[in-house]
Structures are given as C-alpha cells and as structure tokens.
C-alpha cells in the first residue's frame, strides 16, 4: 500500500502544494521551518483523522483560511482509492473515501497504517504515562477494531464514573446501583484492553531486543515492562470494595487509564540511568517493533514517516537503516532533511530502490482564497 499522489490546501503553513510520489522513498528537503514535517503531520492525519501534534483541528488550519483539505491517491491490493478529509472552522470535519463520507472514523482507523519516527520521540521516555499509552493504543488500534472500540467503552465509562463521583460529592445522594453498573462495565472493558496490551507487548519484545542490539550495537538488554492495576488485583472487587478511595479522591484512582511502560536496560530506569544515545536507539527500536508488528497484523507493509533522521542519527545507526530500507524491509518512505545533498549521498549507492527528491520552497498565493 501506498500513496500515489498528495495534495495540501490551507494545511498549517502550506497555502497548496502537490506530490507526485515514488512508491518507495520520498525525500521531502528545505529549510528549518518550511513545512516538511507539515507535511508528514499531514499524512499522519490521514492515517489516524487527526494531527500527532495537536488534538484539535483548528491548530492545523492555515492562519487567516477557514478550511483546509488533504487528498491523497491511495494505491493498495484492492486497487486506487481517493481520499479525502476535509475541514471547515466550526464543522464537524469530513472523510471522503471515493466521495463516500466515512460515518465512523473508529471503523476507518488502521486503513492507512503508519509509524512515524520524530527527533521529539526521545521525550517518551520522559514524558507521563500518557504519552507511552498513546504510542500503544494507535498502533494497536490500526490493526485491531475491537481494540479501539473497548477501549472507547472502557473511557466512556470511566468519564461516566467520574461524574458520578463528583456529584456525589456536591450532594446528589449516594446511587450504590449505578456506581455498580459502571464498575461492572470498567471491569469488562478494562480487562479486555488490559489483556490485549499484555499480549502485543509480550508480542514485540523480541523484535523490539534485536532492533535495539543492531542500532545501538551494545550488549544491554533493552526490555519494555507492562505496568498495570490490573497485573496486580482484581479490579473489579477492588472498585466495589474500595469505592470510599474514589469518592474520596472524586475520580477513578485505579485502572487500565493509569497503565504505563517501564523502559529498562541491564533492569535500570532508562529514563534515570540511560544515556543519549542509549535512550535514542531505545525509542526507534520500539518503533521499528511497532513497525514490524504493525505489518504482521495488517499483511501489509505500513508507511514509515522518518523527520529529520539525519540530524538525530549518528552515521552507524543511519548505515543500519538505509541497509534496511535497501533490503526493501519497508515499504513506502517519507524522509525530511534540510540538505538535500545529504540525502542524495545517502541513497547514491541504491540504484535499485527509487527515490524521488521534493525541494519544499516558500509558497506565494496568486489566487485569491
Ligand atoms: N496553522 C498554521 N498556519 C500557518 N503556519 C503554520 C501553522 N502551524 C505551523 N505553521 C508554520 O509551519 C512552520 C513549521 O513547519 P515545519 O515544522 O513543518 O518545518 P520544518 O520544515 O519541518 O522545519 P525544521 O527543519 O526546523 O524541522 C513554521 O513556520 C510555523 O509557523
Ligand atoms: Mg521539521
């Protein structure tokens, strides 16, 4: 699967601009601050209906339009397929596959499957909880419907839960009856998602333990640890029996919401005692991971969208991955760089593979918007 053509209008600092694709390598080049990574967000969007930066959409508008539009001609197994997402300041956004609106964007998650690597990714093993569960959950939710619905279940609940928490505190009277349906109804949910996590994460290590060997070329041992309530207690009887905690606190203290992701080398916090570069290689070796599970679930070779990987790469890790991409272990690629002749360099020796170059230039509208 991959993307033929590509067309941004009014999207973030890009007023129009058009891609005429390689199947292959696409190496999008320019100075700081010209929109590349824009670019890729862009495609991110199409991927997962949103932007990876911002959660709403009105930050990706181009300051002063009122609308912007991302089309794509997709080419896969099942033929050429237009789309389309289009949004307008104030309305609910649409995604028109061959001028179909796509009703549930739940349902349409994982057609476009997608990992992207990011100069910024080192942060997740700083970052909270959140930022290690939503790496997880989008990938496991592009290839599998009944994840992402559960876990939308899971968090309806939750909200629902904790509303009912609050209003018990400011005096509606105590409901045990509906305290219990919502606890049945996370215990459900959660276990579900719990279970799935557990599994895909047991699923990636080995992968995960090889890529992080190779890139880093040191003997640590590279493991990702599942952290959960659930790995300790049964939920449910801890929400009935516990439920004075959360009423106390007026919020659900307990649950799949609270999972997390221990980063360890050698059995050590990587986010204490790892270096740099120790903690570089650890992030693109669990995304490769994801990248390779990604691939096994789907039968197809998702896009890999690589901003600035030059500058954040030293020149062995970078050798590892462009052998990769000449072993054509991936599939379609998208590659930002500011030096175009670094790039160029980079691929000279890869006759087989074809790679097409895009100067990204500053835009002057002609056309009245
Ligand atoms: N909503 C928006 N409307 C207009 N411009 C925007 C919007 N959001 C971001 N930009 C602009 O996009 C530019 C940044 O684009 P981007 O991050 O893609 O650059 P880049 O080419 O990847 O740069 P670098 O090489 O530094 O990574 C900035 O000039 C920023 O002001
Ligand atoms: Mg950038």
Redesign the pocket.
Known sequence: MHLRRLKLQN???HCFVEFDLSAQVNC?T????????????AIYYLGFTKSYFNSQDQ???????SWFTIDAEIESQSGTNQLKLIYQSGQKKQLLIDQNEVERFADYIGTLPLIMIL?GDILLIQETADARRKLLDSVIASCNKKYLTDLMAYNKYLDQRNKLLRDFANGTPYDESLLNIYNQRLHEYGHLVFETRKLVLQTIQPNFHNHYKDISGGKELAEIVYVSDLNEMDMQAWLTQQAFTDKQAQRTTKGIHKDDLLFLLDGFAIKKYGSQGQQKSFVIALKLALYDYLQAQKGVQPLLLL??IFEKLDAQRLNLLIQRISKQEFGQIFI?D?HQQRIADAFADLAHIEVKYFE?AAFKPTLDR
Not at 34 to 39: A, D, E, P, Y
Not at 59 to 65: D, M
């Open positions: 999207f973030k600092n999008l320019g100075l700081n601050g010209i929109g590349k990574t824009n670019v890729l967000d930050f990706s508008l181009q300051h002063g339009a100069p901003d600035d930002t500011t990204i």
